[in-house]
């Protein structure tokens, strides 16, 4: 079904991706709805309408609903059983979140969709962590399976004595071991995918991170990775299709000398691919957009010969003004207040 422009967006998260998402949609036509406990989320000062509400409240959620013609999220630590209340109009699905919210249930996901990811295994208490690093052997990078992002909830373990402390670190939660990768460089895939099974990906995106944090997202990918285009390509549209995906998909790889390796998915747009934006011809934005209203998917091509996003985190946010100077600069400020360390604060995009 086509949901023709005047419809109503509504949208799970009011943080900079659905700011971003709110205005690719108001410059086609749409009005968007936030739904975010938060007092002042940045999405809502450039949405229509905001619905101040806890997550997990299934009362507010219908009346959300009911005000929305379609609804999808920005981000995936989201409840999943409060959100059956909005039925089929939530796009991407359930499946998508649930997969995603859980690495132990995301990697047997992967596998079963027949991407390669690294070894791994399950672990619940110190002794199954102890019988991985026995398995896999050392380095092990340690993940709690749940809520963990840019970093956050994992610990590596390089030597024996490192095994306690790790399981310290990240609280004595569930989480996967998984084995050391030896790659040449990390890389994401952006992917869209429609309602009828059509898929259509961006340019492979070579993404450099630093403390577990995304610095800069350079396209074209460049050596190393290029060369991984098909089997990357093909994984990504398989794990969408397994998924029943409706939207944007990114699939966040490492590049090895075997090939290509699943990290992670994230069932949404992406920060590795914020140089859409200016960079190709439709943003992932508006092409998220156009796979949950029904809209012909557009062309995701680059418009120059290459492209860089390089994120503003806490302080340097400061550069504003250095950065409006730039004649090649095209600068975004998410407006979310306090500057703090880690803290995603805008990011500026260069064309060559």
Not at 1 to 14: E, R, V, W
Not at 76 to 104: C, F, M, W
Not at 128 to 148: C, Q, S
Not at 232 to 253: D, R, S
């Amino acid at each position: 079904m086509t949901l023709a422009p005047g419809s109503t967006i509504g949208i799970l998260g009011g943080g900079q991706l659905g700011r971003m998402m709110a205005l690719a949609a108001a410059r086609i036509g749409y009005e968007c709805h936030i739904f975010d406990p938060h007092e002042r989320p940045c999405a809502a000062e450039v949405s229509a309408r905001f619905t101040q509400a806890e997550f997990d409240d299934e009362d507010a959620l219908k009346r959300f609903g009911a005000q929305c013609d379609v609804i999808t999220y920005e981000f995936e630590n989201l409840p999943v059983e409060p959100l059956r209340a909005l039925g089929d109009r939530l796009k991407p699905g359930l499946k998508s979140l649930a997969v995603a919210q859980d690495r132990g249930d995301e990697k047997s996901f992967l596998e079963a969709a027949g991407a390669r990811v690294t070894r791994w295994r399950a672990v619940a208490s110190i002794d199954d962590l102890r019988i991985a690093v026995a398995e896999l052997g050392l380095p092990i990078v340690l993940k709690t399976r749940r809520y963990g992002y840019d970093g956050k909830g994992q610990a590596w373990i390089r030597e024996p004595v490192d095994v306690e402390v790790a399981w310290d670190a990240i609280g004595r939660e569930p989480a996967v071991a998984e084995a050391g990768v030896d790659f040449e460089a990390e890389f994401s895939v952006v992917i869209a995918r429609t309602d009828a099974g059509e898929t259509r990906p961006f340019p492979l995106t070579r993404n450099h991170h630093e403390g577990g944090i995304l610095r800069t997202s350079t396209v074209p990918a460049g050596p190393g990775i290029e060369q991984l285009a098909d089997s990357a390509i093909g994984a990504a549209m398989a794990i969408a299709n397994a998924l029943g995906h409706v939207g944007v998909l990114t699939v966040e790889f490492f590049a090895t000398a075997d090939g290509p390796l699943v990290n992670e998915i994230a069932p949404r747009v992406h920060n590795s691919g914020h140089w859409t934006i200016e960079g190709a011809h439709t943003s992932q934005f508006e092409q998220h957009l156009r796979a949950i209203l029904g809209l012909p998917l557009g062309n995701a091509s680059l418009v120059a010969s290459r492209a860089e996003m390089e994120n503003l985190i806490g302080s340097e946010i400061d550069r504003w003004a250095d950065i409006l100077a730039e004649p090649d600069a095209n600068l975004h400020l998410y407006n979310k207040g306090e500057a703090r360390p880690g803290r995603k604060m805008g990011h500026v995009t260069r064309l060559a």
